[in-house]
């Protein structure tokens, strides 16, 4: 079992302008990926547009993500559904395909309580031996998921191991570090609080801005781990304008797509209803990305 630590990119889904999935694309970015030395990567995530796939599509992304990594790094594969049926289903798939961990937010759409929450999460990690990384994102899903919830469920179930905690709430993911250490571990799912869930125990990070600079978000984590503190908060005050943009534009795969085109990588357009970015939306990533040295020659 690979370990699952790190900043991890969560990728785009690159398509063509007809909005159909340019699986090639997603290959050649993987294996860029690869090749600036990240920790891992997350495919089908809410950056991948996950909501916007069919379930084949799904399907065939996480089967050409494993064969082009093939073995190299960790894989999570996004296996949420509104349903539980559904979620054992893509969770089930991610693991016979070879994936190395599942990312299961709870249902987006229904507001389920605390004990359906709980029941939900536990019935898709028990179909399964692959570790799971419970999700709560109440910008997405309307419900802040209790800290009491995250830890018993850490706890009742084994192959829930981590934790994407993005409620931006810094407090919640130091209870849930402290307080389920042995049980389940933390990763940062707030692109403004990075170095800050470091502090408390977080061991890793699901990176949107890790699309746009890999080596940078790679850079941080491995500062901060070495002990550098200065380093890790210099890199971090470079990055803090750009994850700014992605947390308040209200447009962050937009943004994730758009820079991977100016970077000369596989983005294209996102599927409709989401429109692309405006003149000035487009111009402010294009100063960000210079000044960040991104933007390809």
Sequence with gaps: ??????????????????????????????????????????????TGEFVSLTKEERFKAVEIAVEQINGRIPLIVGTAAETTADAIEYTQQAEKAGADAALLINSYYSHPTEEEIYAHFKAVAESVELPIMIYNNPSTTGVDISTETLLKVGRDVPNITHIKESSGDIRKARDIARQGAGDIQVFCGSEELILESFFIGATGWISVAGNIVPRLATDIYESYQAGDIEKAWSLYDRLLPLCEFLEGSGKYVQIAKRSMELKGWAGGPCRKPRMPLTDEEDARLKELMANLETVNQ
């Design 1 to 46: 079992m690979k370990e699952i630590k790190g900043a991890f990119p969560v990728l785009v889904t690159p398509m063509h302008e007809d909005e159909s999935v340019n699986y090639e694309g997603l290959a050649q970015n993987i294996e860029k990926f690869i090749q600036e030395g990240v920790a891992g990567l997350c495919i089908n995530g809410s």
